[in-house]
């Protein structure tokens, strides 16, 4: 199953215009059908739990709700009805930019193209059909619509709500200050390893135990008595349903 968007969008064309030798580039109003998948619970049923958040796994990737995020709202789970709006009418969208509830909204301008500064709305944008042209020399409508596949296939729909993929949760440890109480020890859940990490602070789903131990081992060392007795920063732990969804190595530290 799956739910088709018509989705509009802009893209650059290099062409000779008639009576011209030099190429111009023009802008191109258009539209593709993309498909978003469903899934049912029983295709992507829990397995982690974290507090309230139930992340979903369909055998190959992990799923969480998209959830819109703004400067000025609380963060909260968009509908499928949501995206379908904005999509059909990207105008009612109060954002330039992409959100979870309108994924296509601009989606051009967030790459390198050279389309990236038009909207569809823009007085230079016209369709393909207006444009009159000797030679059509290239253009960019292919990896513009290779874009809007990318984003739709890091989308799902369950239930009448969007969820995305998401990172497999783990813990890490981070040090912060100088220790001796004048900085501190974290442990802390994520779902994403950070660049500058070398996998050595970071344990799977199911290491909570080993993780904490490790932690307040590194705490103790620092002389850091403010960050005992270790807990994760946010007080939940991962809650493993689907052992099989865990695909990150066990660290091997010992505390």
């Known amino acids: 199953m799956h739910t088709t968007l018509n989705v509009p969008f802009v ?23 993309i498909k978003i998948k469903s899934l049912t619970e029983a295709q992507a049923p829990i397995a982690f739990k974290i507090g309230n958040t139930q992340i979903r796994w369909d055998g190959q990737n992990l799923w969480d709700f998209d959830y819109e995020k703004t400067a000025t709202d609380p963060e909260r789970v968009v509908k499928l009805e949501e995206v379908i709006e904005n999509t059909n009418n990207p105008s009612n969208y109060k954002w330039s930019s992409m959100g979870a509830s309108a994924p296509f909204k601009n989606f051009w301008k967030s790459r390198e193209f050279d389309s990236k500064y038009c909207q569809l709305d823009n007085e230079n944008v016209v369709t393909k059909a207006d444009i009159e042209y000797r030679e059509w020399i290239s253009d960019e409508r292919e990896q513009v619509l290779d874009c809007a ?15 995305a993929i998401t990172g497999e949760p783990r813990y890490s440890i981070d040090i912060f200050g100088l220790g001796n109480n004048h900085g501190g020890t974290g442990l802390f859940i994520q779902q994403h390893q950070p660049s500058n990490s070398d996998g050595s602070a970071i344990f799977n789903a199911s290491q909570y135990s080993i993780a904490k131990k490790v932690a307040a081992s590194i705490a103790s060392s620092r002389g850091d008595t403010k960050s005992l007795p270790m807990k994760t920063n946010c007080g939940k732990i991962i809650e493993v349903l689907i052992p099989n969804a865990i695909k990150l190595p066990e660290n091997k530290r010992i505390a």
């Open 149 to 163: 596949k990318k984003i739709a296939s890091n989308l799902r729909t369950l239930n009448g709500y969007m969820y």
């Open 11 to 33: 893209y650059a064309a290099k062409i000779i215009k008639p009576r011209c030798r030099k190429p111009v580039l023009v802008f191109i109003r258009d539209s593709v059908e």
